[in-house]
């Protein structure tokens, strides 16, 4: 018998699941046999694993742009960026921001440039193009500029032997190395029929067996982080990620830690509105990128008089 919830999360923040017709099941996608074991929720296993680096970025569209030409205006967007990371180490214990980086990029359509002038010490901006003038393009481009400052930072923290949980999907090109991609809301049903009916059976600290997603190269796998009264079949879920690249062995190694240790540092609702995926050292590292970015009012007001400045 299907029954309404109110959703855990902030409003604003959208959902922990998309709507249901977004959440069909990607039939004939999924092999669920890449674990040999019964399809029956996994206990984690907690393998003494010292440093967790934790890694995200944050986005922001400081104002929209127009180049006026002679022959037509052309659509534009700053916008600032923060990507970093926050290091638990597990024998202090403690967790501390050890990575915050700020970018901001001018993004221009039709495969134009112009300098935007400094609107302070802290608020020069780049300028970058895209070949059409379409603003979606113009987002597009300069999260990819977030996204691949994100995957070059996971790559160098895992490089130097941390433990690294990216939160969400791993980039394209993500080699083989300790790191896992946390994925906290869900737009697909990936395990269809029997299988999915193992999400309602995990409780915290439990994951799915692993599987892959044909022509999606990497390995997957569900994890309960906490369980709410009142709370529906997917409160609580987070998908992980591994590298395809990497041996079976060490992914079901991975994928055990991440069960054992990841509820461990799951928010709560009194804390964090997206409790309980948005996990406590990345929401530091959030609120501390934010801050780096400066207040959205303040930055807007900059740009407005150092452009008008500019064209006097």
């Not at 024998?91 to 501390?96: A, D, L």
């Not at 969400?168 to 083989?176: H, I």
């Not at 892959?212 to 390995?219: A, K, L, N, S």
């Not at 009194?270 to 009012?297: F, K």
Request: glycine share 10%; proline share 9%; hydrophobic share 40%.
């Amino acid at each position: 018998m299907a029954r309404l919830f109110v959703e855990g999360w902030a409003p604003e923040y959208g959902a922990s699941v998309e709507p249901i017709d977004a959440l069909s099941p990607t039939e004939g996608s999924v092999d669920v046999s890449v674990e040999d074991r019964p399809w029956d929720p996994v206990p984690g296993v907690d393998d003494g694993v010292e440093r967790i680096a934790f890694v995200d970025g944050i986005r922001r569209v400081d104002a929209r742009l127009v180049l006026d030409r002679d022959d037509g205006p052309v659509p534009g967007i700053c916008g600032s960026y923060g990507v970093g990371a926050t290091l638990w180490d597990r024998t202090v214990p403690r967790s501390e921001v050890i990575e915050a980086r700020i970018e901001r990029i001018a993004v221009l359509g039709s495969g134009h440039t112009a300098t935007v002038p400094p609107a302070g010490p802290a608020l020069t901006y780049r300028t970058e193009s895209v070949a059409d003038d379409d603003p979606a393009s113009l987002v597009r481009h300069f999260h990819g500029a977030m996204r691949l400052a994100e995957a070059t930072l996971t790559e160098r923290l895992a490089g130097d032997g941390v433990f690294v949980v990216a939160d969400g999907p791993l980039y394209e090109q993500a080699t083989p190395a300790d790191k896992v991609g946390f994925v906290k809301s869900h737009r697909v049903s990936y395990l269809p029929g029997k299988h999915g009916s193992i999400i309602s059976a995990l409780s915290p600290g439990e994951r799915t067996p692993v599987f892959t997603i044909r022509g999606y190269e990497r390995y997957s796998w569900y994890v309960c982080l906490a369980r709410y009264p009142g709370g529906h079949s997917w409160t609580g879920i987070a998908r992980l990620e591994a590298p395809a690249a990497l041996p079976l062995d060490t992914v079901v190694r991975l994928a055990d830690r991440t069960a054992a240790v990841l509820p461990l540092v799951a928010s709560e609702p009194h804390l964090d509105p997206r409790a309980p995926q948005n996990l406590v050292p990345i929401g530091a590292l959030e609120r501390e990128l934010r801050r780096r970015l400066g207040e959205p009012g303040y930055v807007l007001r900059c740009l407005r008089a150092a452009v008008m400045g500019a064209a006097a």
